[in-house]
């Protein structure tokens, strides 16, 4: 049985770095689309960053040059190196996958398997 274990939230103050891991087991991503998304309590779980099999990323426009998604298919793991982090990224942060490629999506329901979440807090 598929398991994503995400790790690596934390607090922060504004401005500082994080990096998350998500450690995948009893399946292989490495031909398939693997991903990071966010949820705020009351609010909908949103695309982060998305990483295809060939290494090809999309980012979200609040993320796009502060974030960097990253994968390691040897090691069936998932990245996002986080910095200059602002008070809006508290959010607690899923890792998500699917065996099949997803073209680019950030669309939730394009993806089978889930992390349980890690919270990152960022302080002004």
């Known amino acids: 049985q598929a398991q994503l274990r995400d790790s690596g939230g934390g607090s922060v103050q504004a401005g500082g770095s994080l990096k998350l891991s998500c450690a995948a087991s009893?399946?292989?991503?490495?031909?398939?689309?693997m991903a990071w998304f966010r949820q705020v309590l009351g609010k909908e779980r949103e695309g982060v960053a998305v990483?295809?099999?060939?290494?090809?990323?999309r980012y979200a426009d609040s993320v796009q040059g502060r974030f960097t998604i990253s994968r390691d298919n040897a090691k069936n793991t998932l990245y996002l190196q986080m910095n200059s982090l602002k008070p809006e990224d508290t959010a607690v942060y899923y890792c998500?996958?699917?065996?099949?490629?997803?073209?680019?999506?950030?669309?939730?329901?394009?993806?089978?398997?889930w992390g349980q979440g890690t919270q990152v807090t960022v302080s002004s």
């Open positions: 998500a996958a699917i065996g099949i490629g997803c073209g680019g999506s950030l669309y939730r329901w394009d993806f089978t398997d």
């Open positions: 990483i295809a099999s060939d290494g090809s990323t």
């Open positions: 009893g399946s292989t991503y490495s031909a398939g689309c």
